[in-house]
């Protein structure tokens, strides 16, 4: 399928990234840096800036999922368009987030730091959701909706965007479990059946103990469902729906490192929000008696 999403070319090129081949790699990256005049460039330019032939460059574009260099070129093109349109009106989720790293760079106070990271997040919101397929998510929200179960893993840094997941799943009606330690997640992933669903958050999507309990799921027959930041990973290969949302720029080892889980937390919040639209009245009665809980906790 031809990205059609502003920003969804170099987030397939991020995302894709850690899956293709070194010399792949090295066309990438070049790919990424020169998106902006990437027009202006022959496939034996970009093959020469790479170190790499000129095969390579057919090829990495082929492993990327395009028909070759000439479709991502023109495509590279239109979103560098985009985005130059995007950054003179001013308009929130420009896909030129260069200005705002710097600007990040430059800030001299914590308040200043704090201010730009909010700018850096408004300015990437286009590149976080431009992978995002609209049947996965529906396919998704139908699932967790109208499973007999649902169990939400996730490890390390995920594990507490997994506790969220399942509470706010809870209190909007539809009951889910989010097991702590990663041997009750494996444990529970085996005792899945068909009708039940396995909700997995991993950036990475390369967890090992995520990976785990998902091939468990897997074998058990259970429904699959992975929250990751990158399209091609050992979870995505396992999952059967993958909802994939990243920041602009991520690269693996930012992935590893840095570990920014803010797409993967709006992610939630909005399927939350979905399979509550799905569930109808009975998420209103839930919400109404999780209400009623929260109100009789609060401090005068």
Do not use: W
């Not at 005049?37 to 000129?54: M, P």
């Not at 539809?174 to 041997?183: F, M, Q, T």
């Amino acid at each position: 399928m031809t990205p059609s999403r502003p920003g969804e070319v170099a987030a397939t090129i991020r995302s894709l990234l850690p899956s293709l081949l070194p010399t792949e790699q090295a066309v990438a990256q070049v790919l990424l840096a020169r998106s902006a005049e990437i027009v202006e460039l022959s496939s034996q330019q970009v093959a020469e800036l790479a170190g790499a032939s000129r095969a390579t460059v057919v090829r990495t574009c082929q492993s990327l999922g395009f028909s070759g260099y000439q479709q991502l070129r023109v495509l590279l093109a239109r979103d560098a368009a985009f985005a130059a349109t995007a950054h003179d009106g001013g308009a929130p989720g420009s896909a030129d987030a260069a200005p705002v790293r710097a600007a990040a760079g430059a800030a001299r106070t914590p308040s200043g730091i704090v201010e730009d990271t909010f700018r850096q997040v408004a300015a990437g919101v286009v590149g976080m959701m431009a992978l995002l397929d609209g049947d996965q998510v529906a396919s998704a929200v139908e699932a967790i909706a109208t499973a007999r179960r649902v169990v939400v893993v996730g490890s390390g840094l995920s594990a507490s965007l997994a506790l969220d997941a399942a509470a706010r799943l809870t209190s909007a009606g539809r009951a889910a479990e989010a097991p702590i330690d990663v041997i009750s997640q494996q444990i529970t992933a085996r005792l899945l059946a068909p009708e039940d669903v396995l909700l997995v958050i991993s950036g990475s999507g390369s967890n090992a103990s995520s990976l785990r309990s998902a091939d468990a799921a897997v074998a058990a027959g259970a429904t699959v469902i992975a929250v990751t930041a990158f399209a091609r990973s050992p979870l995505t290969q396992l999952a059967g729906t993958n909802l994939v949302v990243t920041m602009p720029d991520l690269t693996f080892r930012d992935e590893i490192t840095l570990a920014s889980r803010l797409p993967q937390a709006i992610l939630v919040e909005g399927l939350v929000a979905a399979v509550t639209a799905r569930l109808g009245e009975a998420a209103t009665r839930a919400k109404a008696l999780a209400l009623d809980a929260i109100s009789d906790n609060l401090a005068e």
